[in-house]
């Protein structure tokens, strides 16, 4: 659930135990000194921590236009684009002093690196005009999420590669745009190559975008889509957890109703749903889930299913503790 970086919301207090509430991204900007940022975060664990399970407290840090946090005790962040420009060695060690700042602050978790691969120059709102990419060729590309993930891995951050399978050949943007449809990325396309790398550096989510990609599945958003979901396992390897796009302020899943959103992302094979920039539909959401796993036992097994991955993350970063 999204919570403003300069606060603990009204929203998350009143809900946090009513809907539990297991994990929460800090949203907006803030140039608030990392310590504030710690007694904020430390706060959002008493609030979500449940039978010794404590949240994943993410954020989006990942340079030049899209860095949540840039206050004392955090470095300004240059684009991925310019990241990507410096040696492996360099990129894997400055990530790792970012990501040493976020845990400091009480950050565990960062909703990067972007391994979508625009070519130089085009028109590409989400990715290319603000130079989120490392690089303009799915090697260069990949090799520099791939650089930043080991950097940050290393130090304790969970990330999550974004956005799955590729962002980088559409023309506007998902998070305000109905419909944005990819016409070129196919399962042997080599832009997926970037997004392999970085699952290959061992990174614990991946992102799945809400575009249609019609060489795919043309009949589904991605993020809706259990083909693409499938594929992202079968074809890649990938065995940690998927986590939406936003599903809540993001124009492009709301083709859908916010309960069908939530329960269709759930039942194609995605196990978070990221709800960042209108959380107030989490209401909606919860008692729609509630409802279809009442009725539906199949989808009740995807449930433990997901939250079983999810878990699995926690446990192995050390966020579980027996009560038992």
Request: overall charge positive.
């Amino acid at each position: 659930m999204g919570n403003p970086a300069k606060g603990v919301s009204s929203l998350l207090s009143g809900w946090a135990s009513r809907h539990h509430v297991g994990n929460v991204m800090l949203t907006g900007r803030s140039t608030a000194p990392a310590g504030q940022i710690a007694d904020l975060t430390a706060g959002l664990r008493q609030l979500t921590t449940v039978s010794g399970v404590r949240p994943l407290i993410a954020t989006d840090q990942e340079g030049g236009n899209v860095q949540v946090l840039k206050g004392p005790g955090f470095d300004r962040m240059p684009t991925a684009l310019v990241q990507g420009g410096w040696r492996g060695t360099t990129l894997v060690e400055r990530a790792g002093r970012w990501a040493r700042q976020l845990t400091a602050a009480g950050v565990n978790m960062n909703l990067a690196p972007v391994a979508d691969t625009p070519a130089a120059g085009a028109h590409n709102p989400p990715v290319g005009d603000l130079d989120r990419e490392f690089g303009h060729t799915p090697q260069t590309a990949g090799a520099g999420a791939a650089a930043f993930a080991k950097g940050q891995l290393a130090q304790g951050i969970a990330l999550s590669v974004k956005h799955f399978p590729g962002l980088g050949s559409v023309t506007s943007n998902t998070d305000f745009s109905a419909s944005v449809v990819d016409t070129a990325t196919g399962k042997d396309s080599p832009s997926v190559g970037a997004f392999r790398q970085v699952i290959d550096a061992g990174v614990p989510f991946v992102m799945v975008a809400s575009a249609t990609y019609q060489k795919i599945d043309p009949d589904h958003l991605a993020v809706f889509s259990p083909v693409i979901l499938s594929w992202l396992r079968s074809g890649l390897g990938f065995s940690g957890a998927v986590i939406t796009d936003d599903l809540s302020g993001a124009k492009a899943p709301q083709i859908l109703p916010a309960g069908q959103r939530a329960v269709t992302a759930l039942a194609a094979g995605d196990d978070l749903l990221l709800l960042s920039a209108a959380p107030q539909v989490l209401p909606t959401m919860w008692q729609a889930v509630r409802d279809r796993a009442a009725s539906d036992q199949e989808f009740r097994a995807r449930l433990t299913q997901a939250a079983t991955r999810v878990i699995t993350v926690k446990k192995q970063m050390g966020l579980v503790t027996c009560t038992s």
